[in-house]
């Protein structure tokens, strides 16, 4: 069966937001861990983690996303900034323990002007320091559009990241399909090509998470704009065949779609549904 969600904000609490997921269809969704701009989180409330687990089980959910600030940037070469990453995704990685072992995806974040190869070894030896204490949380590398200075705008260099951390079987990776056809890989005429070049140079034994997103521009532009499922140059066709090819039809997929209401993502989740049916 199809495990499909979207991304909720935690705001009332946590039980809350699984409700909420189920209440719209979803059996797996996606929250940011703080204000996505990086502000200071607000405490763990044990109570609440512990009764959103229960309901998650009893509901038999996917496992659950918990997104990093996007603003953060782990290959920064200010020291400052690559610090304060470093102190959030420590932090979040403390509380994603605390949950229900939700994955924790992050970005690679951008080398600005360092070069690629210092980016990714920037990444690699953050997620070296943080893996390194006593947490348990599998931590996700999202595939990224390229845009700028973008790492992980390549396959090849989100194994790059992943070949430097000596902890790696912590280390999975999220596909965001608006990223990868961004970065220039097609969905739409060649899944089986890409799926084959995302096997030889990560693995999918890597590949543990699906962001599902049709894309506002055409292929290779490195433009990281989402659009509805079946409004952009994605397509539903292509969709369809996402979420049914029998390497992805097992992973949770979750949609970062641009809607205002949880009425269109619940509609948006059915029609994913039916594709699948
Ligand atoms: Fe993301
Ligand atoms: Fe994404
Ligand atoms: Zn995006």
Redesign the pocket.
Known sequence: MLHIGCHLSPSEGLLKMARTASSIGADTFQFFSRNPRGSKAKPLDEADSDAMNAYLSGQAFAPVLV?AP?TLNPCAEKQETAQFAELVMRDDLQRCTAMRKPYY?F?PGSHVGQGEAAGIEKTAALLNRILSDDTDTTVLI?TMSGQGSEIGGTFESVRAIIDEVRLNGRVGVCL?TCHVFQAGYDLVNDLDGVLSAFDRVIGLERLLFI?LNDSKYEIGQHKDRHAPIGEGFIGCEAVDRIVNHPALSNLPFCL?TPHESLREYADEIALVRRMTE
């Open positions: 997104h996007y995806n970005h999202e965001d962001h970062e």
